[in-house]
């Protein structure tokens, strides 16, 4: 049984900062990559960020010089450090765990950035 868990999300002012966490944990094999998706309210899920086992990371546009992804391969944890936050970037972001064999999603964290 493999888990996905996200934490970290919450309500921020315009131009503030948060730091989301994920860890994933149970029958892990071979993890390849890991990242973070997001899903705005009448929105289709968009890729925000991911980082391979080798650390080669790749960002959307949109959250470049903004967002920074980095992994703990030790703890299979994986983090998203995301500064000067918009109302744009509100959220539900969802963790992605990529093996060689299967794909884990997390349930999601909620971020809210009011202006």
């Known amino acids: 049984q493999v888990q996905v868990v996200e934490s970290g999300g919450g309500l921020v002012q315009d131009g503030g900062s948060l730091r989301l966490s994920c860890v994933a944990s149970g029958n892990l094999v071979s993890i390849q990559t890991m990242g973070w998706y997001r899903q705005a309210p009448g929105k289709q899920r968009e890729l925000v960020a991911t980082?391979?086992?080798?650390?080669?990371?790749h960002y959307v546009d949109s959250v470049k010089g903004r967002f920074t992804i980095s992994t703990n391969n030790a703890k299979n944890t994986v983090y998203l450090q995301m500064n000067r936050l918009n109302p744009e970037d509100t959220a539900v972001y969802y963790c992605?765990?990529?093996?060689?064999?299967?794909?884990?999603w997390g349930k999601g964290t909620l971020v809210t950035v009011f202006s």
């Open positions: 980082i391979t086992r080798g650390g080669s990371t």
């Open positions: 992605n765990v990529d093996t060689t064999w299967n794909n884990y």
